[in-house]
């Protein structure tokens, strides 16, 4: 077991370290693990930062948050740092995530058992927060996706979900690319 006021501790030098470095704490963990602390640190674009969360950011965080631990001494003896992304089937848990995901694929669960699966056009804050999915039905290989009437779900109505990757979709982004590979070969001059 971690010693008590360790984690707390812990989040509060994880979380100025990743905040400097640009990016969002979204999870971290402080657990005993084989006889050592393993210190399990999730990391996020802000919500304006239309990027992607590269390894080479994610490379770069872990040092910071490594130099940081070690600056204050704040985990006993020796211990492993996990440094992460939430992954790109990750779940929706908080509005900024929902909001991120916006124009991808995701599976919404609610609490009275239905599934909606389709593409999250948008998220409504406010007195009456809600998102907004238009289901996605695929007919079959080689047809085109029909979409279905927008659905309202609001949040208290949602009991658990995550975006989708879309693999089709990269392989037609990929097929339009080799197309225009073979194209622009074809033409001479």
Known sequence: MVAPGTAPRVREVVEAAVTGAGLLLDDL???????????????????DDPGALDLDRVGDVTQVVSDALDAVDVVPGVYTLEVGSPGA????????????????????????????????????????????????????KGRTPVEGAPVTLAWQDVRDARVQVDLAAVRDDESDEDAGRHDAGAVRG
């Open 29 to 47: 963990e402080v657990a005993r693990s084989g006889g050592r602390t393993v210190v399990r640190v999730v990391v996020d674009l802000a919500e």
């Open 89 to 140: 089937e990750r779940p929706l848990t908080a509005a900024r995530h929902w909001r991120r995901a916006l124009g991808r694929t995701v599976v919404v669960r609610t609490v009275d058992g239905r599934t909606v699966t389709g593409r999250l056009d948008d998220v409504a804050a406010g007195d009456a927060p809600a998102v907004v999915v238009v289901p996605v039905t695929v007919p079959g």
